[in-house]
């Protein structure tokens, strides 16, 4: 399979604490992108970051890719309860042609 | 408003029947995704459409069909509807080797 692994499954920290989620995958990606759901919402783009990059920045976010390791890491730094949600990454292997989900982790921040 | 339009929203019908879903992409963009998305399976790939040709096939069953139009929307049909089909179904377009943007999902309830 070529599925992108999300870990932990379950995170819940207070609000102004740093969350950290990691990703795997198995084979060769030409990116790998983080989405971020609300409850029964569509899934919101977060950061694309290339093959080719180590890390990327959006804000709070920061993203880095090891792909020496096949893996990636999530950084939500000053959480706030407002980023509760389930949070994917998608590993795209063959040109956008099939991107593949991870089960994701879902993110409680607590008041 | 992501861009890309699924309609209907929520959908209650019994075993046995067929519906249709549908999808309108972000403009410009050429490739459509479905997915599946239930409490048990997470995020599942169905099917993916480029330009109106079939270009990649997931985990969809014999019973679901899609397929893209001339103008680029998309419609799902699932048939012979089991309890077990109800899920949320998103639609996502994209790009070459750029991010998914999603709709916001059609409920299907199946009673």
């Known amino acids: 399979s070529q599925q992108g692994e999300e870990d932990p499954q379950a995170l819940s920290i207070q609000e102004g604490e740093n969350a950290t989620m990691n990703c795997s995958y198995k084979t060769s990606i030409n990116n790998l992108q983080w989405y971020r759901q609300n409850s029964g919402r569509g899934l919101v783009h977060l950061i694309l970051i290339r093959s080719n990059e180590r890390e990327k920045h959006s804000g709070r976010l920061r993203v880095t890719l090891d792909t020496s390791k096949k893996s990636s890491s999530l950084l939500i730094t000053a959480s706030r309860a407002a980023d509760t949600a389930s949070y994917f990454c998608?590993?795209?292997?063959?040109?956008?042609?099939?991107?593949?989900f991870g089960p994701g982790t879902r993110l409680s921040v607590l008041p | 408003d992501s861009g890309v339009t699924q309609t209907p929203k929520h959908l209650i019908t019994a075993t046995g029947q067929r519906v249709t879903l549908r999808c309108s992409p972000r403009s410009g963009d050429l490739s459509v995704y479905w997915y599946q998305q239930s409490l048990d399976q997470g995020l599942q790939f169905l099917i993916q459409y480029y330009n109106g040709e079939e270009r990649a096939k997931g985990n969809i069953l014999e019973r679901f069909s899609a397929q893209q139009f001339p103008d680029l929307h998309s419609e799902l049909n699932l048939s012979s509807l089991e309890l077990g089909d109800s899920a949320l179904y998103f639609c996502a377009s994209s790009s070459l080797d750029r991010e998914y943007t999603f709709g916001s999902g059609t409920r299907l309830t199946v009673v």
């Open positions: 998608a590993t795209d292997y063959n040109y956008g042609q099939n991107f593949v």
